[in-house]
Antibody, heavy 115, light 109 residues
């Protein structure tokens, strides 16, 4: 069955960096767009980045553009998010999800940006 | 950017009642690119409906989606206790950014 497992969350100071990963299993990873979605505490969902199956199409929301970098390693069935220049308002649960329609989601990993 | 506005913000109903959730877009959205998700506390969202009206395999038939253009609806015909959750619509047509509505909380009355 399809599984997505995020890792790499934690506590980081403002201005710091963190790298999240998402391991996919149970499907042909390279066939699918993959997305990162985040949810600040008590708030709604923000789909802030996605990458095509081949990696040649990438999108960032304005809120993270220039600070976050999405990438994937299809040989290892993994999706990554390099987060730099983190801000307090980046505090959220970060989810990875499959495809354009987000048909499968990981369980999420919490990123807390605080001094 | 297409803005999705969900209403009501909170809906208080009893088990067995019918729930009607609205998602209105700031500009026309192709029905193919409108989806609904359910999120329970402490859990990741779950896809319920895609293409505005197609139910995901395994989703009970009391859930149905409808609509076109700028107005979309999620209907739950007879509420079960496990249906009380937050529901989000999302559009992913055309060019990014792809956006979610702010959510409707369905709570037990």
């Amino acid at each position: 069955q399809v599984q997505l497992v995020e890792s790499g969350g934690g506590l980081v100071k403002p201005g710091g960096s963190l790298r999240l990963s998402c391991a996919g299993a149970g499907f042909t990873f390279s066939d699918y767009y993959m997305s990162w979605i985040r949810q600040a505490p008590g708030k709604g969902l923000e789909r802030f980045s996605y990458i095509s199956g081949s990696g040649d199409t990438i999108h960032y929301a304005d809120s993270v553009k220039g600070r976050f970098t999405i990438s994937r390693d299809n040989a290892k069935n993994s999706l990554h998010l390099q987060m730099d220049i983190l801000r307090v308002d980046d505090t959220a649960v970060y989810y990875c999800a499959r495809g354009v329609i987000l048909d499968y989601w990981g369980q999420g990993t919490l990123v807390t940006v605080s001094s | 950017e297409i803005v999705l506005t969900q209403s009501p913000g909170t809906l208080s109903l009893s088990p067995g009642e019918r729930a009607t959730l609205s998602c209105r877009a700031s500009q026309s959205v192709s029905s193919s690119y409108l989806a609904w998700y359910q999120q329970k506390p402490g859990q990741a969202p779950r896809l319920l409906i895609y293409g505005a009206s197609s139910r995901v395999t395994g989703i009970p038939d009391r859930f149905s989606g409808s609509g076109s253009g700028t107005d979309f609806t999620l209907t739950i015909s007879r509420l079960e206790p496990e249906d009380f959750a937050v529901y989000y619509c999302q559009q992913f047509g055309g060019s990014a950014p792809y956006t979610f509505g702010q959510g409707t909380k369905l709570e037990i009355k």
